[in-house]
């Protein structure tokens, strides 16, 4: 692996070795999601053998992974010559000292750091966190956006305001995790994710749908502006390159887009309080029909009718 990242912090100088009070990782991505570790040490390894401090059993962590050393004040963590490195907010590190809300990925496993005086409050913060994001990408969950989806389809049906819905999904994904493996794709869904969150409004809600599909969901929008930006994203995901470990990754998306008008067409209120038949399912349906229509017509495309 490239682990060219600058050394910042040499261990040897600090002459204080009291470890750091209130410092801990928790689990936002993996199999013990949400467990808290307390670096109450001065030196916690991280690895896949049963003798280390941190325990992670995953084919892609080495026996002895990494390290964080924590003495007064500074808490640093360190790649132990792994085989399949160590990342600090998605970047190799060598060794690199952690601040305040930093994630740290080994394997598949991505901790956070937590730190200072009101960490236990951090800590019951970040298990909410937990509850409403996906702990690989950092945005929305399944669960948080059908909900927030729920609550949105039936503002807009009771204002008469426009809402659209996008289906997103990567295409030819499986083969990205068989040619380059897992930890290669997973990057390749963080910085999917990044690019399109960073493409959206604040009011606008982005989620993982599940694997490598994506929903985002656009109040006030028409599906004509849904379309267009759909667009725009599909560009920028095409012509800007996926870096990992010096490799650069070909990835394109397909997408499927939907409005409300057409939703309603398809399920109307009868006589009733239109309220009552609100059903994201049904939305999610037709955008998904067009994102299907996109990857049987050979992906990398937008399908908006």
Do not use: W
Not at 72 to 86: C, F, H, M, P, Y
Not at 168 to 196: E, M, W, Y
Not at 276 to 299: C, H, V, Y
């Amino acid at each position: 692996m490239g682990k060219d990242s600058t050394v910042v912090t040499v261990i040897s100088k600090i002459e204080d070795k009291t470890p750091k009070a209130n410092a801990c990782l928790v689990v936002i991505s993996g199999a013990d999601l949400g467990k808290r570790y307390i670096l109450d040490k001065t030196s916690t390894i991280i690895g896949r053998s049963s003798k280390v401090d941190i325990q992670v059993d995953e084919d892609a962590i080495s026996r002895d992974h990494a390290v964080v050393d924590n003495y007064a004040g500074i808490v640093v963590a360190r790649d132990l010559e792994s085989t399949n490195g160590t990342f600090v907010n998605d970047v190799s590190i060598r060794e690199q000292e952690l601040r305040d809300g930093d994630q740290v990925k080994i394997g598949r496993t991505i901790f956070k750091f937590l730190s200072g005086s009101n960490v236990e409050s951090q800590y019951h913060d970040e298990i909410y966190q937990l509850t409403i994001t996906d702990g690989l990408t950092q945005i929305f969950n399944k669960r948080f956006f059908l909900k927030e989806m729920e609550r949105e389809m039936s503002r807009s049906v009771r204002y008469e305001r426009d809402i659209s819905l996008c289906m997103i999904d990567i295409d030819f994904f499986k083969s990205v995790n068989d040619t380059f493996g897992h930890l290669a794709g997973d990057h390749v869904l963080r910085q999917v994710a990044k690019r399109i969150n960073s493409s959206i409004r604040r009011d606008d809600y982005f989620a993982r749908y599940g694997g490598e599909e994506f929903a985002l969901l656009l109040p006030e929008i028409s599906k004509a502006e849904a379309a267009s930006l759909a667009e725009k994203i599909r560009g920028l995901i095409e012509h800007t390159p996926f870096e990992f470990d010096n490799i650069s990754i070909p990835v394109t998306i397909s997408v499927g887009v939907a409005g409300l008008d057409e939703y309603k067409a398809a399920n109307p209120a009868g006589t009733g309080d239109p309220l009552a038949n609100i059903n994201p399912f049904s939305f999610i349906k037709l955008a998904d029909d067009r994102l299907f229509e996109a990857k049987r017509g050979g992906r990398n495309q937008v399908v908006s009718s």
